[in-house]
Structures are given as structure tokens and as C-alpha cells.
């Protein structure tokens, strides 16, 4: 709850709120208004313990200020007691405005409960309240050992008597400086056998501007199916409801994910990469990629903005993701209905094994030759990963065929 704040420009020496300034402040309201740094004067008669009555509408209008929940200031507190020789005197004065804050706030110590804006990768501009305690520090002075600039504040209003307690900005002394949460931490790299998909920091879930503890459980593995015989045998075009997409192979994305993106309010930034060694027939022919995305008819298949990246002594292709289409990705081709005549065999009767419609008509994408192998005609052939027998043993980054492997974020660091 915001308290309403007593405005009252003090008589110079005597109990209220004040502000840094150089001249006289005409306009208490407005610098009172969020101020980066002001002062609260209790004056103390002689020989009392503690402050006046009088002075709780000051302290209630300090706290006002300072803890006032919608206040976009993090305010750091020193309480400072100026006094004479009886040091015990001034300690238990400073004590007194100390307890204050820390009853208001019914703790041992002050805490503050502040909103803080944040912007998240799944809910876009919101809020947290952060709670978290005052950093206080407290001091006692002996007036008579000050020089003259220190027993003054603003160069006029003599401290002699008094408790002065300043409320100061520092974010990062009352809130930290770390504060981001990031999923995954690292730029990460998963891998299949030949496919990779690279995770740039935060692509996952993100959350700038906070002390949130990031959310874990999070796994993502990548398995490819890029080798032509097994695709053909079982072959099937891309799904679309009016496109004639020409499938050369798939990759299979399994996650689990700290988010479900389907539940957020904000659209997902495109920071996950999905990346496959090809051929320069590959290329030549023009290959893409193709991942889902919701509509409000369904979901479809579209064209990803697909792009040659330089390889380690190899051609690769690779085209942006974001987290709602960690599912099956594609790679082929956008066909004409005319020319599918070009790169499939026509058959009469759609029992044949592996056979699908186009309009009309019914098409197989291979037949076996003589020797039993699977022959396919020359623009399907090039759209295929189709290499030597001897290349065909490696994967993309020369390490032994295995599966894909779930790992932690941690695991998927990329040297």
C-alpha cells in the first residue's frame, strides 16, 4: 500500500524531508516525486532517547517514499546520529529510527517490497515483485569533531542534536548485478548422426532484468534421417494442404523444455539453427528446409529461409528455428503440379507400395533395377544425399555412427 506523503518545507535545523540542492527547493511535491537521493531530519531534544512523537508523520512520509511498492527506485538507507560527547545517547537515538523501519516492515531488519519490470521471451513486457532487504549502514558522530562542511546539510540546516537518514538509488547494491535468466545458459550445440542443431543462449526461454532462478529440466535430442533407401522405401511428400512438396529426408527434434511454447504470449524469436552437411547436386538443385507452422486452419509445413554455411572441408545448409517448431524438419523441395511428372514415376493404381496422390494422379518415387537397388530419376537423384560408399561412413563432424544422445544443457556445450 502507497502511503500518502506529508509535504511540508521544514524551517532550516528543524525536523522533515529534504533534497540535495544548492538553493531553496520551491516545488516540495514534485522533488519528492522518485527522487534519486533525499533526506529525512529528525531532531532530538535535549537528552531524549529516542525521536518525537511529532515526528512520526515524517517517518510515515519517508516510508512513503522509500517503500512505496510502485516506486521504480532502489533505495539504500545510512542513519547517522550527530550528537555530542554522550555517544551512548546518539548510538540509542540512531537505534530508535533504525527499528522504525525494521516494525513497519514487521522484521528485525527493514525490507522492501519493490515491482520490477522485466521482459520475458514467452510473456513479453511484464512485472515481478522482488522483496529483499534495505542495505542499512549506521554511524554516530561526535558534532564537535566534525569539520564545518559536515555538520551542515545543504550548506545551512545545522546536524547538531539530530538523526539524519538518507535514502539513496543503488539498484545493485540493494537488488544485485546478475540478473538475467537464460535457458540454455551456454550457446549449445546438439548433434545427430550427420544433423546439428545449434542453440544460441536463451533461445529456449529468456528473462532479462530479474534474480529468477532459471527453470531447469530441460533435454533436446536431434535424429536424422538423411540416407535415400530408407526414405524412398517409405516415401511420402511433405505435408501441405496445397503445395506439392517434395521430401528428400527429415530430422526428428525430441525436447523438453522448461516452457511450453505454445502458451505464450509472445511471438518466439528465430535463435535456434538447424544445420545438415549436403551435396553440391544438393545445392545445385536447390534443397530447403521446411518445418511446421500453426495457422489458423491447422498446422502446415513452410519454406525456412535456407542458406550455404561454410563447413569443415564440406557444404552444409542450415536455416533458423524457433522453439515451437522443435518437431519434425524437413528438407526438399517445392514442386509444381506439372512437374511431378519430372522427378516421380506415375502408376496406375495407388495399392502400390509407397504411393501417393497429386490431384489425380498416383506417383512412386523409385523403382527397383535389375539388380534390386532402387532407381530414381535424375532431379529426384539430386534433391538425395547420395554419395560413395566410403564418404557415406562418416557423419558431418567425422565422429563414429551412433545414436543421438539426450543431454543436459550443461552436456551440449559446444568446445
Known amino acids: 500500500m502507497v502511503l500518502a506523503v506529508l509535504v511540508w518545507v521544514p524551517l532550516a535545523g528543524q525536523s522533515g524531508l529534504y533534497v540535495p540542492s544548492a538553493k531553496p527547493v520551491r516545488n516540495m511535491q514534485k522533488a519528492l516525486t522518485n527522487p534519486e537521493v533525499f533526506h529525512l531530519l529528525l531532531k532530538c531534544g535535549e537528552g531524549e532517547e529516542s525521536y518525537a512523537e511529532g515526528d512520526l508523520d515524517f517517518l510515515d512520509s519517508a516510508y512513503g517514499i522509500a517503500f512505496a511498492v510502485e516506486n521504480p527506485m532502489y533505495y539504500t538507507m545510512t542513519i547517522e546520529g550527530y550528537g555530542g560527547g554522550d555517544e551512548d545517547l546518539t548510538r540509542q537515538r540512531v537505534a530508535a529510527v533504525y527499528r522504525y523501519f ?60 539530530s538523526v539524519l537518514v538518507t ?59 538423411l540416407n535415400y533407401r530408407a526414405v524412398v522405401e517409405s516415401y511420402h511428400l511433405i505435408p501441405h494442404r496445397k503445395q506439392v512438396l517434395a521430401m528428400a529426408g527429415y530430422m526428428v527434434v525430441s525436447a523438453r523444455l522448461p516452457v511450453v511454447a505454445d502458451s505464450c504470449r509472445e511471438p518466439q524469436r528465430d535463435s535456434i539453427f538447424v544445420r545438415i552437411p549436403v551435396t553440391q547436386e544438393q545445392i545445385d538443385a536447390k534443397l530447403k528446409f521446411f518445418a511446421k507452422v500453426k495457422t489458423s486452419k491447422g498446422t502446415e509445413y513452410k519454406q525456412l529461409p535456407t542458406r550455404k554455411v561454410a563447413g569443415k572441408g564440406q557444404l552444409a545448409l542450415q536455416a533458423p528455428l524457433n522453439i515451437t517448431q522443435l518437431d519434425t524438419i524437413y528438407v526438399g523441395k517445392r514442386l509444381q503440379e506439372k512437374e511431378v511428372g519430372k522427378y516421380f514415376y506415375e502408376v496406375g493404381s495407388p495399392t502400390e507400395a509407397s504411393a501417393f496422390a497429386v490431384g489425380s ?13 532402387p532407381e530414381l530419376k535424375k532431379p529426384l537423384r539430386q534433391l538425395f544425399r547420395i554419395v560413395p560408399e566410403q564418404e557415406e561412413e562418416k557423419p558431418a563432424d567425422g565422429k563414429s555412427k551412433g545414436k543421438g544422445k539426450r543431454l543436459s544443457p550443461e552436456e551440449m556445450i559446444e568446445d
Open 102 to 161: 525494521a516494525m513497519r516492515s514487521h522484521a528485525a531488519f527493514p525490507i522492501r517490497l519493490a515491482r520490477n519490470k522485466i521482459h520475458c521471451s514467452c510473456e513479453g513486457d511484464t512485472s515481478e515483485v522482488l522483496r529483499f532487504e534495505v542495505p542499512t549502514t549506521m554511524a554516530v558522530y561526535n558534532v564537535a569533531e566534525l569539520p564545518e562542511a559536515r555538520r551542515l546539510l545543504n550548506k545551512s540546516i545545522d546536524l547538531s542534536g
Open 167 to 225: 535514502f539513496r538509488n543503488n539498484p545493485d547494491e540493494c537488488v544485485g548485478t546478475a540478473r538475467g535468466c537464460y535457458v540454455p545458459a551456454h550457446d549449445t550445440v546438439v548433434r545427430g548422426y550427420y544433423s546439428s542443431l545449434l542453440l544460441s543462449k536463451g533461445s529456449v526461454y529468456a528473462v532479462d532484468n530479474t534474480k529468477d532462478t532459471c527453470p531447469g529440466g530441460m533435454s533436446v535430442r536431434i535424429e536424422d534421417h
Open 361 to 373: 494422379r498416383f506417383y512412386v518415387a523409385s523403382r527397383p533395377d535389375k539388380n534390386g537397388e
